[in-house]
């Protein structure tokens, strides 16, 4: 079983940056690929990146292309979602998981989410 610790979240302006952490145990970490989520009051958890396990392939959702960036570090167990130009309608809940391949992680049947950390990004 995996337990995945996000952080980093926290208030900013709107055009400001953020840092979100995701510290992942319980599994071969290393073998997996990482993706982030966020759920904005009301909606649904949306698909934000994905970064493969030796980070050679991402995939970004078109509302954050350009914006944000995702990287991990194996040697810590931590993946990372650098968050630059950040808008009101970034507000939400961010999480992040894992799955077997970058590709499959938009998709992928989860059975375990993290408590998340939340963004609040004023105008």
Do not use: H
Not at 73 to 80: E, L, M, P
């Amino acid at each position: 079983q995996v337990q995945l610790v996000e952080s980093g979240g926290g208030l900013v302006q709107a055009g400001g940056s953020l840092r979100l952490s995701c510290a992942a145990s319980g599994q071969t970490f290393t073998q997996w690929a990482m993706g982030w989520f966020r759920q904005a009051p009301g909606k649904e958890r949306e698909f934000v990146a994905a970064i493969s396990w030796g980070s050679t392939i991402t995939y970004y959702a078109d509302s954050v292309k350009g914006r944000f960036t995702i990287s991990r570090d194996n040697a810590k167990n931590t993946a990372y979602l650098q968050m630059n130009t950040l808008r009101p309608e970034d507000t939400a809940v961010y999480y992040c998981n894992t799955a077997p391949r970058a590709a499959m992680i938009e998709t992928y049947n989860y059975d375990y989410w993290g408590q998340g950390t939340q963004v609040t990004v004023s105008s």
